[in-house]
């Protein structure tokens, strides 16, 4: 099997940017689809792995070798290799976006929280540091991750299994090191745990 499904399940309230702010209401939207709906990048999930199977890597849960294999690589000489992992944005089932299209509920996906920059020596709030953030409620996304099944390294050894075998067992190892993503996430948003399942 060489593609699966990541759950990813979302217990706080979460915000990946769009780059877009909103004048009174946010000062930083969140990123979403054109139906209004919202999601996580692809990019970002790769992200969240490449972090996860390198923190994996360096506690010696998995070789050296396996990271660029995955994730790719830059060469020293400017030339990049294309790393064999591929996946999906992380979006709502369609059941789940289908309801808040058809019930034009979209919009009680979202709320505003703000934030302020307190001054150490007065304790009060610094001039001018009033923020506001819109984010999304808790919720559980879906994203397909495989493997390049054409891709040179394909049926490269590490470990002593190629890595279509081995390739299961390490994600699901690696997941359980994502706890958090977004914006935020040092300061209570995002927190999430991730799951596999076949696709």
Same mark, same amino acid.
């Given at each position: 099997?060489?593609?699966?499904?990541?759950?990813?399940? &979302?217990?706080?309230?979460?915000?990946?940017? %769009?780059? $877009? @702010?909103?004048?009174?209401?946010? =000062?930083?939207?969140?990123? #979403?689809?054109?139906?209004?709906?919202?999601?996580?990048?692809?990019?970002?999930?790769?992200?969240?792995?490449?972090?996860?199977?390198?923190?994996?890597?360096?506690?010696?849960?998995?070789?050296?070798?396996?990271?660029?294999?995955?994730?790719?690589?830059?060469?020293?000489?400017?030339?990049?290799?294309?790393?064999? &992992?591929?996946?999906?944005?992380?979006?709502? %089932?369609? $059941? @789940?976006?289908?309801?808040?299209? =058809?019930?034009?509920?979209? #919009?009680?996906?979202?709320?505003?929280?703000?934030?302020?920059?307190?001054?150490?020596?007065?304790?009060?709030?610094?001039?001018?540091?009033?923020?506001?953030?819109?984010?999304?409620?808790?919720?559980?996304?879906?994203?397909?991750?495989?493997?390049?099944?054409?891709?040179?390294?394909?049926?490269?050894?590490?470990?002593?299994?190629?890595?279509?075998?081995?390739?299961?067992?390490?994600?699901?190892?690696?997941?359980?090191?994502?706890?958090?993503?977004?914006?935020?996430?040092?300061?209570?948003?995002?927190?999430?745990?991730?799951?596999?399942?076949?696709?």
């Amino acid at each position: 099997m060489d593609s699966y499904r990541l759950i990813v399940d &979302l217990h706080s309230d979460w915000h990946v940017g %769009s780059g $877009q @702010e909103a004048g009174a209401y946010a =000062d930083a939207l969140c990123l #979403k689809d054109s139906a209004g709906l919202p999601y996580l990048p692809g990019k970002s999930i790769k992200g969240l792995l490449k972090e996860a199977f390198q923190l994996a890597t360096d506690n010696q849960w998995f070789s050296q070798d396996l990271v660029p294999l995955l994730f790719g690589r830059e060469g020293r000489d400017g030339v990049s290799e294309q790393g064999m &992992l591929q996946i999906s944005s992380g979006q709502l %089932s369609a $059941q @789940e976006s289908r309801y808040l299209i =058809d019930n034009q509920a979209t #919009k009680y996906l979202y709320r505003v929280h703000q934030f302020t920059a307190i001054d150490q020596e007065t304790g009060t709030a610094k001039p001018s540091s009033l923020r506001s953030m819109e984010v999304a409620v808790p919720m559980q996304l879906i994203a397909q991750v495989s493997l390049n099944t054409q891709h040179p390294h394909y049926c490269t050894q590490i470990d002593g299994q190629a890595i279509h075998q081995g390739f299961a067992t390490w994600l699901a190892q690696a997941i359980t090191l994502i706890t958090a993503l977004g914006g935020k996430r040092h300061r209570g948003l995002g927190k999430v745990t991730v799951s596999l399942e076949e696709a």
